[in-house]
């Protein structure tokens, strides 16, 4: 697990659980949250047994924060995203956790997918920087600055 953390300035500490096995990936994820201006928190697993080990604090993640927003690649070892999405929101405790899949698919079987296991949003990732960039930047603006989130 990869633990980024910015000062929010003057919004509260918000968390962001980011589940992403490619390293490059989850580097430009960092990089366009750092160019936001809700500095979240980061917290990257890299595989979705550890995602959910996250969400449910057990082991080495006992001491972590609930998450805020899920970031979640579908392409994941040892459990996919789908999979991981699809016991989030089974899960009476953190189904409420808004979940957004950010993927390189953009099949319409995987994107239907998706939405029957109740993801909250489907991005398609960038292949540009700057793209990637409004991306997260419109991920930051509905979910993390516009939206009421539960504690």
Known sequence: MLERAVESGSHSQIYVLVVEDSPGDAKLIEMAFDRGRTRPRLYIVEDGVEALDFLHREGKYANCPRPHLVLLDLNLPR?????????????????????????????????????????????????????????????????????????
């Open 79 to 151: 459990k996919s995203g789908l999979e991981v999405l699809s016991e989030i929101k089974r899960d009476p405790h953190l189904k409420v956790i808004p979940t957004v899949v950010l993927t390189t698919s953009d099949d319409e079987l995987e994107i239907l997918r998706c939405y029957q296991h109740h993801a909250n949003c489907y991005l398609v990732k960038p292949t540009s920087f700057q793209k990637f960039c409004h991306a997260i930047a419109c991920i930051e603006a509905l979910w993390l600055d516009a939206a009421k989130l539960p504690n």
